[in-house]
């Protein structure tokens, strides 16, 4: 039997099935990862939440590089990864979607019960009062010379709801996203470069919590040695491929 057809018979027989998503389901949207070979983090230093909140330059470099995600995030569309998931819940396959991105494309997709681990760049908040407004609104002021945006209400820096470096994950998420880990029948890693913690952690647990456990992503991850089955073709072919195995 070959690894795609052992894959399509766990996902045939899943109920609880998790997708846990990374960077690389987004890449044939059109959107960088950040550590694979062309990675974001290759070209560009992160800025530090701490950096962020202690300096306004921070700030600066900040918002130049949230503004250019937000225009290539907003100019995407969910691809074949994105769009198969949405039909394997539909199906019963998968119930809950993990994601470390911040795109929104799942969510785009028609994907349901999605947890975002790295929160949103759709919103942005202020870091002092937590007053909210949709990114447009800020980056309009960041266009239009306003390079470290502060909040109206208390003076505060706004930033987008997304997770940095150095930051806390969020407390909710991690309680959700680790309730449907321990639940998992069946864990699909996709496009993840499992080096990223405590995130990286999820799958692990899903083994020890007896899912069986996929890895389908271009480069090696640390944890091919536990999986099940480690596919390392494109993302979107593979999908289809595993939807063709499928009874309709």
Request: overall charge negative; charged content about 25%; hydrophobic content about 35%.
């Amino acid at each position: 039997m070959s690894e795609l057809e052992e894959l399509a018979r766990l996902v045939r027989g899943a109920c609880r099935g998790v997708a846990f998503t990374g960077a690389g389901i987004s890449t044939e949207s059109g959107i960088p990862d950040y550590r694979g070979p062309q990675g974001v983090w290759n070209t560009e230093t992160p800025v530090y939440y701490q950096d962020f909140m202690a300096s306004r330059e921070a700030r600066v470099r900040a918002w130049q590089r949230g503004v250019r995600m937000f225009h290539r995030c907003g100019a995407a569309k969910p691809n074949d990864g994105h769009l198969i998931i949405t039909e394997l819940q539909r199906r019963g396959h998968i119930e809950t979607i993990i994601t470390q991105n911040i795109d929104g494309l799942h969510l785009d997709a028609g994907n349901q019960n999605v947890i975002e681990l790295h929160g949103t760049n759709r919103y942005a908040a202020c870091q002092h009062c937590g007053k909210e407004w949709p990114t447009p609104v800020i980056v309009e002021r960041v266009e239009k010379g306003d390079e470290a945006p502060e909040c109206d209400a208390c003076g505060g820096p706004i930033k987008a709801r997304t997770i940095s470096f150095g930051q806390s994950m969020p407390e909710k998420e991690m309680r959700l996203a680790t309730e449907a880990t321990r639940k998992a029948d069946l864990y699909i890693s996709i496009g993840s470069s499992l080096v990223v913690e405590p995130a990286a952690s999820f799958p692990v647990l899903a083994k020890q919590s007896g899912a069986s456990l996929i890895i389908v992503n271009a480069q090696p991850t640390p944890l091919d040695d536990i999986a099940d089955i480690v596919i390392r073709e494109p993302i979107g072919e593979t999908m289809r491929k595993l939807l063709r195995q499928l009874p309709g």
